[in-house]
Nanobody
């Protein structure tokens, strides 16, 4: 079992910045992936960015060049630096974590944080 605790959401004007943090605790394996998904009201949840324990990053096209994902493996913490925020970035942002399971050659079950609200005003 893995517990994720998020922080850093809030209200910001368009063009501003926010930094989200998510710390994982519990059954943390050496190889894993952490990331952020978001869900706007009335929309499906979508991947924003992810980063593996080895440093491989993936971004949604809509945030490339504006958001930067990073992690501190020693602290089991992932960060999302969000710059040049737009009103369409408004959503609940959820931290996600998966352990890699060598026996299955795949990642295990997903764990989710409680979500943190990001609101960007125009």
């Amino acid at each position: 079992q893995v517990t994720l605790v998020e922080s850093g959401g809030g209200l910001v004007q368009a063009g501003g910045s926010l930094r989200l943090s998510c710390s994982a605790s519990g059954s943390i394996f050496g190889v894993n992936i952490m990331g952020w998904h978001r869900r706007a009201t009335g929309e499906q949840r979508e991947l924003v960015a992810s980063i593996s324990s080895g440093g491989t990053r993936n971004y949604a096209d809509s945030v490339k060049g504006r958001f930067t994902i990073s992690r501190d493996n020693a602290k089991n913490t992932v960060y999302l630096q969000m710059n040049s925020l737009k009103p369409e970035d408004t959503a609940v942002y959820y931290c996600n974590f998966k352990n890699y399971l060598p026996a299955t050659n795949n990642y295990g079950s997903a764990y989710w944080g409680q979500g943190t609200q990001v609101t960007v005003s125009s």
